[in-house]
């Protein structure tokens, strides 16, 4: 307590109970079965297994190894690549002359080893010519879809979220199709599997403009994956039948000489029946309807260039 203000001060925080492995312990042990084979797997195909050990956290084995790059590709579920990235990066790489940061990789059935977190390093290597990759070979297949999680080489924008979620829940569904609500961690938020559904059939959607609404009338189903992906088409149908309408308005807007980046929002904010409701939550589809039927009723002639300069939010993408 502070002698002067009588008031306590900041409470400190408990350090963390000590868990896991010491340094000499990584290498101690022996591997098992499926490690082994898996290093003679990297080796058969040409690669070189460089260490073998355990994390430092969870004693999981792991296999730090050389792979031939051309049998390296990205999991075919994440986000596209970044060509301005991809150069910056393989420029960096270029003048240092080292390849300092390994990728992480599970094998496939085909032999082919993905990497969920190391596309842009992986397309660097390549665009410089490089004949092999360092990379940590992770031995249980299913932590593929897990490590995107951990993925973060660049900042996401809302079209690049959706469409890494959309793409990991219909490789899932093959893979693994447990109840959709099952996947928290993996999919981040249920809006990005509706709004990615809608970028993969309008690469010009503008996601943006409509995730504050879905934030909060969505939610995971209880359906497994196959059966959920079926209703969240319905519901990009739905979605994608509103934006039609906006952009109907919008348009009616620039025949009346206004013009802004922020035209759509300022449409969706105007017909967004949760605006004024701080926390209030909703029904997918009913409010997706409630907000078609107001968009065709939006009357452009009663809007002020005021009331649109104000404006603001996602713009246009």
Not at 13 to 21: H, M, Q, V
Not at 73 to 87: G, I, N
Not at 200 to 229: M, S
Request: aromatic share 6%.
């Amino acid at each position: 307590m502070n002698a002067k203000t009588g008031k306590r001060g900041p409470r400190k925080k408990k350090a963390p109970e000590a868990r896991g492995l010491t340094a000499t312990e990584l290498l101690g042990g022996h591997a098992p079965a499926e490690v082994i084979e898996l290093a003679m797997q990297i080796e058969g195909q040409g690669g070189s297994v460089l260490a073998t050990y355990r994390d430092p956290l969870g004693g999981h084995w792991q296999l730090l190894a050389g792979l031939p790059i051309e049998l390296v590709a990205p999991t075919p579920y994440q986000r596209d690549l970044s060509e301005t990235h991809l150069k910056r990066l393989a420029n960096a790489i270029d003048q240092l002359g080292r390849f300092l940061d390994p990728v992480i990789t599970v094998r496939a059935s085909d032999g082919t080893y993905w990497t969920p977190n190391g596309n842009h390093r992986l397309a660097a290597l390549k665009a410089l010519g490089a004949r092999s990759i360092v990379a940590l070979v992770v031995p249980d297949s299913t932590v593929a879809h897990r490590i995107l999680v951990l993925n973060t080489e660049k900042a996401h924008n809302v079209r690049e979220r959706a469409l890494e979620v959309i793409r990991l829940a219909k490789g899932l569904a093959e893979l693994d199709p447990r109840p959709e609500k099952e996947f928290l961690v993996e999919f981040e938020e249920p809006a990005l599997l509706t709004l990615g559904l809608c970028y993969q059939e309008n690469g010009r959607f503008a996601g943006g403009v409509y995730h504050p609404v879905l934030k909060r009338i969505d939610a995971f189903l209880d359906d497994k994956l196959p059966r959920a992906l079926e209703r969240r088409r319905k519901r990009a149908e739905r979605l994608l039948k509103l934006d039609e309408v906006v952009g109907e308005a919008v348009a009616a807007l620039k025949e009346k000489g206004f013009e802004s980046p922020y035209l759509k929002a300022f449409v969706v904010a105007r017909i967004n029946p949760l605006r004024f409701k701080r926390g209030a939550r909703a029904e997918f589809d009913a409010t997706i309807e409630g907000m078609t039927a107001a968009a065709r009723k939006f009357d452009v002639d009663k809007i002020k260039a005021s009331q649109v300069a104000r404006a603001g939010g996602a713009p246009e993408e």
